[in-house]
Every structure is written in C-alpha cells, then in structure tokens.
C-alpha cells in the first residue's frame, strides 16, 4: 500500500484498518496474562509500523520542501546578480527600467514575493482537493498559457 500523498491521520487510521483485519494468533484456551502480553507486543508492533510510515511521510516531504527552498534562493541571488551586472558601463537593469531609485527597485522586487506568499496557502488547500501532480501540471499550463505571446517568433537555438 503507498502512502504518497496521504495525512499521517489517514496513514494511521488505513494502518489501523489493516492490522484489524489480520487473524488473531490467539486460542480460546490461552491464559488470559498471555492474551495481554500478545495485545501489548501486537500494539507494541503497531507503534513501531505507524513511526515508520511517519518518517518515511516525512522524509519525502523534508526532500521536496528542500529544493523548493534551493530555489527560490538561487532565484532571489539570480536577482541580485541582476541588479549589478553591467553597473561600470553605465547599461545596468536600473538604467535600463528607467533609472530606478532603490525604493522602485526594492518595488520591483517585492512584485514577486507579494503574490506568492498571498497565493501560496490557496494552493496548498487546493493540493488537498485533487492530486499534486494534476494541481502542478495545471499550474503548469496555466504559466504558459498567461505568458506565451503567438506574435512573438520562438527562439531557436542551433
């Protein structure tokens, strides 16, 4: 059973399902001190199987949230390279946008976190309606669609 894309709750209550439905190794005629030793080392089990279907939850998450990280990091460093490119010939991105002062530039900036922190909390909300990989893909497409201009030729590299 895969466990991608699925609440710890859920992980634990279809964990829980499964091991109800195992056979009982329990006899009528046992010692009733035996049937608790066997229920506590089953639960015992349990505990175990549920840490594990949590951690390795976890460790997936941990690996994505980390390069989700890696890049808007490298993103917000591509956009100070940006910034200072080209300053000593005088044809730096300011210049270029209309000689911004650092208010219009830290603007500039903004426009990009501003929207993704507001956005983001929809996303994940909607991440638990349907599937990650539609919601990506839709994202996706959406991207291109908003940005692709059919006037403009392609750029092809040879």
Known sequence: MRYDHVSKKEAATRIESVSDSLPSKESPSEDPRTSDVASSRAQQQHEVLLKTAYRKMDVRLLVIYCL???????????????????????????????????????????????????????????????????????????????????????????
């Not at 638990?128 to 991207?143: F, G, L, V």
């Open 68 to 158: 989700i990280e890696l890049f808007m990091k490298l993103s917000a460093r591509n956009i100070t390279n940006v910034a200072i490119i080209n300053l000593e010939q005088g044809t730096g991105i300011k210049q270029q946008l209309g000689n911004l002062t650092s208010a219009q530039w830290a603007w500039v900036l903004s426009i990009f976190y501003y929207p993704y922190m507001v956005f983001e909390p929809f996303s994940t909300i909607a991440v638990k309606w349907c599937r990650p990989n539609r919601w990506m893909s839709r994202i996706m497409i959406s991207w291109v669609r908003a940005t692709h201009d059919p006037r403009k030729p392609r750029l092809i590299l040879t």
